[in-house]
């Protein structure tokens, strides 16, 4: 097969190429997912300084904010179900 210009095909490996589309090439990075809370009982209770809950909380903060700059405007929330 001969490679010419219209050429679908990679010219090193011979596989066909991909032909990318505004549509298929997102503006705007895909947002991370989303923290997971920890249960109650991970908690030891005792005091501790950061407690896993307050690593998730800021965990939670940092999704939340990369999760609207992902977002296109006019989106809806993307928090929890209830606004919590």
Same mark, same amino acid.
């Given at each position: 097969m001969a490679a010419g210009a219209g050429s679908s095909r990679n010219r090193y490996t011979g596989a066909p190429t991909r032909r990318?589309?505004?549509s298929a090439? /997102?503006? +705007? #990075?895909?947002? /991370?997912? +989303? #923290?997971v809370e920890p249960h109650p009982l991970?908690?030891?209770g005792r005091g501790c300084q950061?407690?896993?809950?307050?690593d998730?909380?800021?965990a939670?903060?940092?999704?939340q904010a990369a999760t609207a700059i992902a977002q296109?405007?006019?989106c809806a929330d993307a928090?929890?179900?209830g606004g919590g």
């Open positions: 990318f589309t505004a090439m /997102p503006d +705007r #990075p895909s947002p /991370p997912p +989303r #923290p991970e908690c030891c950061p407690c896993i809950f307050d998730y909380r800021a939670l903060r940092r999704w296109p405007a006019g928090g929890p179900p």
